[in-house]
């Protein structure tokens, strides 16, 4: 999450850096701004998970979404997500926090679009890994 931010956070900013040199220097304010930002987020997660099931954050931590056959989820699975997420965060983490509480490790916004966030290679080498070691042995 924090990744993702970072890089909507440079997509603002650029946008901001247009907005404003169009409009001559002057503070942009107001809804259609808004609408812009939000659009923007928006579409940042809904590409790149309906594109490889990750963000460029989930990249890095290795991490996926999927629905709980293991296949990749429909768009309306990602827009519930996407809606379901900021309530997450909003409710002072809790929707985040459910992780744990759980049994079957899911954030609000994943029981909500019955979605799962699964590991991908690195859990997969490092089993493989440990295996090999033990049969060297």
């Known amino acids: 999450m924090l990744y993702d931010g970072l890089l909507i956070i440079a997509i603002w900013m650029a946008t901001l850096l247009v907005w404003v040199i169009a409009s001559g220097g ?3 304010t107001g809804w259609l701004i808004q609408l812009v930002l939000f659009s ?6 809904l590409y790149f ?8 954050g989930m990249t890095a931590w290795r991490i996926k979404l999927v629905k709980p056959d293991g296949t990749a989820p ?6 519930k997500r996407a809606a ?3 309530i997450s965060l909003f409710c002072v983490g809790l929707g985040y926090l459910w992780f ?5 490790q899911q954030t609000w916004h994943d029981r909500a679009s019955q979605t799962l966030v699964v590991a991908t290679g690195f859990a997969t080498r490092a089993k493989s890994h440990t295996a090999m070691a033990a049969n060297t042995r």
């Not at 998970?49 to 460029?56: A, C, I, N």
């Not at 744990?100 to 079957?104: H, R």
């Open 74 to 79: 429909d768009f309306l699975q990602l827009l």
């Open 100 to 104: 744990y509480v759980g049994d079957q």
């Open 40 to 45: 923007q987020w928006l579409g940042f997660y």
């Open 84 to 86: 379901v997420a900021p």
């Open 49 to 56: 998970w309906s594109r490889q099931g990750q963000t460029l």
């Open 26 to 28: 002057e503070a942009v």
